[in-house]
Protein backbone atom coordinates (compact mmCIF):
# COMPACT_ATOMS: atom_id res chain seq x y z
CA UNK A 1 0.00 0.00 0.00
CA UNK A 2 2.55 2.58 0.95
CA UNK A 3 3.31 4.48 -2.25
CA UNK A 4 4.39 8.11 -3.06
CA UNK A 5 1.18 9.43 -1.69
CA UNK A 6 -0.76 6.90 1.24
CA UNK A 7 -2.11 9.03 2.76
CA UNK A 8 -5.32 8.20 4.33
CA UNK A 9 -7.78 10.20 6.79
CA UNK A 10 -9.94 8.24 8.88
CA UNK A 11 -13.16 9.74 10.56
CA UNK A 12 -14.35 7.64 13.37
CA UNK A 13 -17.05 7.94 15.61
CA UNK A 14 -15.17 6.68 19.05
CA UNK A 15 -14.21 9.81 20.46
CA UNK A 16 -10.96 11.56 22.27
CA UNK A 17 -10.85 12.62 25.93
CA UNK A 18 -8.75 14.92 28.00
CA UNK A 19 -7.00 13.87 30.65
CA UNK A 20 -6.98 15.82 34.29
CA UNK A 21 -3.43 17.40 33.18
CA UNK A 22 -4.51 17.97 29.64
CA UNK A 23 -3.46 15.21 27.52
CA UNK A 24 -5.31 13.70 24.72
CA UNK A 25 -6.69 10.16 25.25
CA UNK A 26 -8.06 7.73 23.04
CA UNK A 27 -10.03 4.37 23.96
CA UNK A 28 -7.73 1.17 24.00
CA UNK A 29 -8.75 -0.22 21.04
CA UNK A 30 -8.80 2.71 18.94
CA UNK A 31 -4.92 3.22 19.98
CA UNK A 32 -4.15 -0.49 18.81
CA UNK A 33 -6.26 0.57 15.67
CA UNK A 34 -3.67 3.81 15.09
CA UNK A 35 -0.51 1.78 15.71
CA UNK A 36 -2.11 -0.83 12.52
CA UNK A 37 -3.41 2.24 10.36
CA UNK A 38 0.19 4.26 10.46
CA UNK A 39 1.89 0.73 9.64
CA UNK A 40 0.31 0.16 6.34
CA UNK A 41 -0.04 3.93 5.21
CA UNK A 42 2.24 6.45 5.41
CA UNK A 43 0.76 9.41 6.59
CA UNK A 44 -2.66 9.24 8.67
CA UNK A 45 -5.17 11.67 9.79
CA UNK A 46 -7.72 10.76 12.47
CA UNK A 47 -10.96 12.76 12.64
CA UNK A 48 -12.67 12.26 15.99
CA UNK A 49 -15.22 14.39 18.59
CA UNK A 50 -13.39 15.29 21.67
CA UNK A 51 -15.73 14.15 24.55
CA UNK A 52 -16.13 16.55 27.85
CA UNK A 53 -15.66 14.56 31.02
CA UNK A 54 -13.85 12.35 33.17
CA UNK A 55 -12.33 9.41 31.27
CA UNK A 56 -13.49 5.97 32.58
CA UNK A 57 -11.19 4.47 34.70
CA UNK A 58 -8.73 1.80 32.44
CA UNK A 59 -10.51 2.25 29.01
CA UNK A 60 -9.12 5.82 27.57
CA UNK A 61 -5.44 5.74 27.37
CA UNK A 62 -3.13 8.22 25.86
CA UNK A 63 -2.65 8.80 22.25
CA UNK A 64 -0.10 7.05 20.44
CA UNK A 65 2.70 9.81 19.82
CA UNK A 66 3.70 7.99 16.07
CA UNK A 67 5.20 10.18 13.56
CA UNK A 68 2.81 11.18 10.29
CA UNK A 69 0.17 10.33 12.37
CA UNK A 70 -1.85 13.27 13.19
CA UNK A 71 -5.32 13.57 15.43
CA UNK A 72 -7.96 16.77 14.54
CA UNK A 73 -10.52 17.21 17.28
CA UNK A 74 -13.85 17.49 16.07
CA UNK A 75 -17.05 19.09 18.36
CA UNK A 76 -18.79 16.87 20.39
CA UNK A 77 -22.55 17.87 19.38
CA UNK A 78 -25.23 14.50 19.81
CA UNK A 79 -27.69 17.18 21.19
CA UNK A 80 -29.63 18.34 18.12
CA UNK A 81 -29.02 22.20 19.07
CA UNK A 82 -25.53 21.96 19.33
CA UNK A 83 -25.08 19.72 16.44
CA UNK A 84 -26.82 22.47 14.13
CA UNK A 85 -25.10 25.05 15.56
CA UNK A 86 -21.64 23.49 14.37
CA UNK A 87 -22.89 21.63 11.58
CA UNK A 88 -21.71 24.11 8.68
CA UNK A 89 -18.06 25.24 10.25
CA UNK A 90 -17.46 21.00 10.70
CA UNK A 91 -18.84 19.96 6.97
CA UNK A 92 -15.82 22.79 5.70
CA UNK A 93 -12.98 21.20 8.08
CA UNK A 94 -13.98 17.83 7.00
CA UNK A 95 -14.20 19.15 3.08
CA UNK A 96 -10.53 20.77 4.00
CA UNK A 97 -8.94 17.12 5.37
CA UNK A 98 -10.37 15.09 2.16
CA UNK A 99 -8.95 17.40 0.05
CA UNK A 100 -4.85 16.94 1.63
CA UNK A 101 -5.61 12.79 1.96
CA UNK A 102 -5.56 10.16 -0.66
CA UNK A 103 -7.74 7.54 0.98
CA UNK A 104 -11.00 8.00 2.90
CA UNK A 105 -12.51 6.01 5.34
CA UNK A 106 -15.34 7.12 7.09
CA UNK A 107 -16.84 5.09 10.23
CA UNK A 108 -20.46 5.95 10.04
CA UNK A 109 -23.27 5.15 12.79
CA UNK A 110 -26.15 7.60 13.00
CA UNK A 111 -27.67 11.24 12.14
CA UNK A 112 -26.97 13.56 14.83
CA UNK A 113 -23.56 14.13 15.74
CA UNK A 114 -22.05 11.54 13.15
CA UNK A 115 -19.39 13.44 11.05
CA UNK A 116 -18.59 9.99 9.45
CA UNK A 117 -21.77 10.44 7.39
CA UNK A 118 -21.44 14.17 6.71
CA UNK A 119 -17.68 13.42 5.85
CA UNK A 120 -19.23 11.18 2.92
CA UNK A 121 -21.38 14.32 1.83
CA UNK A 122 -18.48 16.33 1.53
CA UNK A 123 -16.84 13.50 -0.39
CA UNK A 124 -19.58 13.28 -2.58
CA UNK A 125 -19.47 16.89 -3.21
CA UNK A 126 -15.86 16.93 -3.87
CA UNK A 127 -16.23 13.81 -6.26
CA UNK A 128 -13.71 11.78 -4.14
CA UNK A 129 -14.12 7.69 -3.64
CA UNK A 130 -14.08 6.78 0.12
CA UNK A 131 -15.20 4.00 1.70
CA UNK A 132 -17.31 3.40 4.62
CA UNK A 133 -17.04 0.89 7.63
CA UNK A 134 -19.97 0.12 10.08
CA UNK A 135 -21.13 -2.37 12.53
CA UNK A 136 -24.46 -1.15 13.74
CA UNK A 137 -27.70 -0.56 11.59
CA UNK A 138 -27.80 3.03 12.99
CA UNK A 139 -31.58 2.83 11.62
CA UNK A 140 -32.51 -0.34 13.42
CA UNK A 141 -31.07 0.94 16.66
CA UNK A 142 -33.25 4.19 16.38
CA UNK A 143 -36.35 1.89 16.12
CA UNK A 144 -35.56 -0.32 18.76
CA UNK A 145 -34.59 2.68 21.28
CA UNK A 146 -37.76 4.18 20.09
CA UNK A 147 -40.17 1.41 21.15
CA UNK A 148 -37.68 0.51 24.02
CA UNK A 149 -38.59 1.39 28.39
CA UNK A 150 -35.84 3.95 28.26
CA UNK A 151 -35.99 7.69 28.99
CA UNK A 152 -38.77 9.32 27.30
CA UNK A 153 -36.57 11.93 25.92
CA UNK A 154 -34.41 9.30 24.33
CA UNK A 155 -37.40 7.72 22.71
CA UNK A 156 -38.68 10.48 21.05
CA UNK A 157 -35.54 11.30 19.26
CA UNK A 158 -34.98 8.02 17.98
CA UNK A 159 -38.51 7.85 16.62
CA UNK A 160 -37.74 11.40 14.97
CA UNK A 161 -34.14 10.40 13.55
CA UNK A 162 -34.97 6.94 12.47
CA UNK A 163 -36.23 7.89 8.23
CA UNK A 164 -33.66 10.38 8.10
CA UNK A 165 -30.89 8.10 9.56
CA UNK A 166 -32.42 5.30 7.34
CA UNK A 167 -32.74 7.14 4.16
CA UNK A 168 -29.31 9.02 4.82
CA UNK A 169 -27.41 5.61 5.67
CA UNK A 170 -27.98 4.03 2.71
CA UNK A 171 -27.22 6.73 0.34
CA UNK A 172 -24.12 7.25 1.63
CA UNK A 173 -23.19 3.62 1.71
CA UNK A 174 -24.87 3.41 -2.10
CA UNK A 175 -22.36 6.09 -3.07
CA UNK A 176 -19.19 4.99 -1.57
CA UNK A 177 -16.68 2.87 -3.81
CA UNK A 178 -16.17 0.14 -0.91
CA UNK A 179 -18.38 -0.94 2.10
CA UNK A 180 -16.41 -2.81 5.16
CA UNK A 181 -19.51 -4.50 7.25
CA UNK A 182 -18.14 -5.57 10.39
CA UNK A 183 -20.44 -8.71 11.08
CA UNK A 184 -23.87 -10.07 9.29
CA UNK A 185 -25.92 -8.19 10.94
CA UNK A 186 -24.79 -4.92 8.97
CA UNK A 187 -23.45 -7.22 5.71
CA UNK A 188 -26.61 -8.33 5.09
CA UNK A 189 -28.28 -5.25 5.83
CA UNK A 190 -26.31 -2.80 3.71
CA UNK A 191 -24.47 -5.29 1.13
CA UNK A 192 -27.30 -5.15 -1.92
CA UNK A 193 -26.96 -1.37 -1.69
CA UNK A 194 -22.98 -0.89 -2.12
CA UNK A 195 -20.96 -1.99 -5.10
CA UNK A 196 -18.44 -3.42 -3.33
CA UNK A 197 -18.97 -5.24 -0.10
CA UNK A 198 -17.42 -7.01 1.94
CA UNK A 199 -17.94 -8.76 5.70
CA UNK A 200 -15.31 -8.06 8.28
CA UNK A 201 -14.90 -8.50 11.06
CA UNK A 202 -12.30 -6.50 13.17
CA UNK A 203 -10.13 -8.71 16.44
CA UNK A 204 -7.91 -6.61 18.65
CA UNK A 205 -6.41 -9.50 20.80
CA UNK A 206 -3.28 -10.15 20.88
CA UNK A 207 -0.65 -13.24 21.13
CA UNK A 208 -0.45 -12.55 25.41
CA UNK A 209 -4.39 -13.08 25.14
CA UNK A 210 -4.49 -16.23 24.27
CA UNK A 211 -5.06 -19.40 26.59
CA UNK A 212 -2.16 -21.33 27.95
CA UNK A 213 -2.54 -24.96 28.17
CA UNK A 214 -2.02 -24.58 31.91
CA UNK A 215 -4.87 -22.28 32.13
CA UNK A 216 -7.18 -24.24 29.66
CA UNK A 217 -6.70 -27.61 31.37
CA UNK A 218 -7.19 -25.94 35.07
CA UNK A 219 -10.27 -24.59 33.47
CA UNK A 220 -11.46 -27.72 32.11
CA UNK A 221 -10.92 -30.10 35.26
CA UNK A 222 -13.77 -31.15 37.07
CA UNK A 223 -15.65 -29.42 34.08
CA UNK A 224 -18.41 -31.98 33.91
CA UNK A 225 -19.79 -31.67 37.44
CA UNK A 226 -20.65 -28.11 37.29
CA UNK A 227 -22.30 -25.29 35.49
CA UNK A 228 -21.44 -23.74 32.67
CA UNK A 229 -20.06 -20.70 33.08
CA UNK A 230 -21.37 -17.77 30.97
CA UNK A 231 -19.87 -14.21 31.38
CA UNK A 232 -20.42 -10.92 28.73
CA UNK A 233 -19.17 -7.75 29.15
CA UNK A 234 -20.59 -4.60 26.50
CA UNK A 235 -22.99 -1.98 26.33
CA UNK A 236 -27.14 -2.98 26.61
CA UNK A 237 -27.40 -1.42 23.87
CA UNK A 238 -29.77 -2.90 20.82
CA UNK A 239 -26.45 -3.56 18.71
CA UNK A 240 -25.27 -5.56 21.52
CA UNK A 241 -28.21 -8.08 20.88
CA UNK A 242 -29.11 -8.25 24.86
CA UNK A 243 -32.21 -9.51 23.88
CA UNK A 244 -30.46 -12.59 21.42
CA UNK A 245 -28.46 -13.26 24.56
CA UNK A 246 -31.53 -14.08 26.69
CA UNK A 247 -32.84 -16.06 24.26
CA UNK A 248 -30.27 -17.82 23.89
CA UNK A 249 -29.99 -18.99 27.17
CA UNK A 250 -33.66 -19.88 27.65
CA UNK A 251 -32.86 -22.46 25.17
CA UNK A 252 -29.67 -23.46 27.08
CA UNK A 253 -32.10 -24.12 30.11
CA UNK A 254 -34.75 -25.69 28.19
CA UNK A 255 -31.47 -28.41 26.61
CA UNK A 256 -31.74 -29.23 30.25
CA UNK A 257 -27.75 -27.69 30.80
CA UNK A 258 -26.67 -26.21 33.83
CA UNK A 259 -25.24 -22.93 33.92
CA UNK A 260 -24.85 -19.79 35.41
CA UNK A 261 -24.57 -16.57 33.50
CA UNK A 262 -23.48 -12.56 34.02
CA UNK A 263 -23.88 -9.52 31.93
CA UNK A 264 -21.26 -6.92 33.21
CA UNK A 265 -22.54 -3.83 31.56
CA UNK A 266 -25.01 -0.87 31.95
CA UNK A 267 -27.33 1.17 29.28
CA UNK A 268 -30.85 1.92 28.16
CA UNK A 269 -32.04 -1.97 27.57
CA UNK A 270 -30.97 -3.18 31.08
CA UNK A 271 -34.58 -2.60 32.68
CA UNK A 272 -36.17 -4.48 29.75
CA UNK A 273 -33.42 -6.90 29.92
CA UNK A 274 -33.99 -7.99 33.40
CA UNK A 275 -38.18 -7.94 32.38
CA UNK A 276 -37.73 -10.70 30.19
CA UNK A 277 -35.15 -12.71 32.43
CA UNK A 278 -38.00 -12.86 35.00
CA UNK A 279 -40.54 -13.12 32.54
CA UNK A 280 -38.75 -16.36 31.37
CA UNK A 281 -37.89 -17.50 34.84
CA UNK A 282 -34.13 -17.41 34.30
CA UNK A 283 -33.86 -15.21 37.24
CA UNK A 284 -31.52 -17.88 39.07
CA UNK A 285 -29.34 -18.38 36.15
CA UNK A 286 -28.60 -14.73 34.96
CA UNK A 287 -27.22 -11.74 37.38
CA UNK A 288 -26.45 -7.84 35.72
CA UNK A 289 -23.25 -6.82 37.21
CA UNK A 290 -23.92 -3.05 35.77
CA UNK A 291 -20.70 -1.09 35.23
CA UNK A 292 -17.10 -2.36 36.13
CA UNK A 293 -13.40 -0.75 36.40
CA UNK A 294 -12.38 -2.61 33.54
CA UNK A 295 -8.82 -2.87 35.68
CA UNK A 296 -10.72 -5.17 38.27
CA UNK A 297 -11.34 -8.74 37.62
CA UNK A 298 -15.00 -9.62 37.97
CA UNK A 299 -15.68 -10.98 41.23
CA UNK A 300 -18.79 -12.58 41.96
CA UNK A 301 -21.19 -14.68 43.88
CA UNK A 302 -22.93 -16.07 40.42
CA UNK A 303 -19.60 -17.26 39.46
CA UNK A 304 -18.23 -19.87 42.62
CA UNK A 305 -15.79 -21.27 40.71
CA UNK A 306 -12.51 -19.84 39.69
CA UNK A 307 -12.09 -19.41 36.12
CA UNK A 308 -8.10 -19.33 34.74
Known sequence: MKGEDDSILLVLPVPFMRSQDGRLLF?????????????????????????????PLGEWIAAPEISNVEYVLLPYTYHPVLFFRKLTETRRQLAGLIANSK?????????????????????????????????????ETDRIRALSRGPVKHRIHAAVTYLPTRYLERYVIGKAALGLFHGNDTFSTYAKFNRMPKLVHNIHLGPEMVLSEQSLAAKNK????????????????????????????????????????????????????????????????????????????VNNSIFTHEVA
Not at 27 to 45: D, M, P, S, Y
Not at 108 to 115: H, M, P, R
Open 222 to 297: GRAERPLQICYTGRVEPQKGPGDWVEVLQEVKRSGAKFKAVWVGDGSLLDRMRTRVRDLGLQAEVEFMGNVDHSSP
Open 103 to 139: YLQFAIGGLIGDWATFACLEAIRLKRPYCVWTDIVAS
Open 27 to 55: EKQACNGVRLWRENFGRVTIAAPLKPGIP
